[in-house]
């Protein structure tokens, strides 16, 4: 008994400890991510990745606007037996003996 009483106050004991020196950790953590966060290099490398991301989706939109592909997508032109040949591939054919 007395074994189990000391593993158990050594466990609460180390996992206070524990606790302490790993919010201890944490905190250094988030101090240094903050500097980092508020430095005004990464200020600016962020403006400048913003900025060619709004440059690089603005071509890409009058690229997609330009082409003909957006016409083809709104109204696929398709041959009226091809529409027949889809539309009957897709039904069931029954037999008199089917039930």
């Known amino acids: ?3 189990k009483l ?3 106050a050594g466990a609460a004991i180390g996992f206070v400890l524990g606790t302490r020196a790993g919010r201890e950790r944490y905190e250094d ?3 240094t991510a903050k500097k980092v966060m508020d430095s005004p290099t990464v200020h600016e490398a962020g403006g400048m990745v913003q ?3 709004s ?3 603005s071509k ?3 690229t997609l606007a330009s082409s003909n592909m957006t016409e083809r997508l709104r109204h696929p032109k ?3 037996d091809d529409v027949d040949e889809l539309l009957n591939d897709h039904r069931q054919h ?3 003996n089917s039930f």
Do not use: H, I, N
Request: hydrophobic content about 40%; aromatic content about 8%; glycine content about 8%.
């Open 94 to 96: 029954m037999s008199p």
């Open 29 to 31: 953590m988030m101090t």
């Open 6 to 8: 000391l593993f158990v």
């Open 55 to 57: 440059k690089a989706y």
């Open 78 to 80: 398709r041959k009226k």
């Open 1 to 3: 008994m007395r074994g």
């Open 51 to 53: 900025s060619q991301a």
């Open 60 to 62: 890409g939109k009058d």
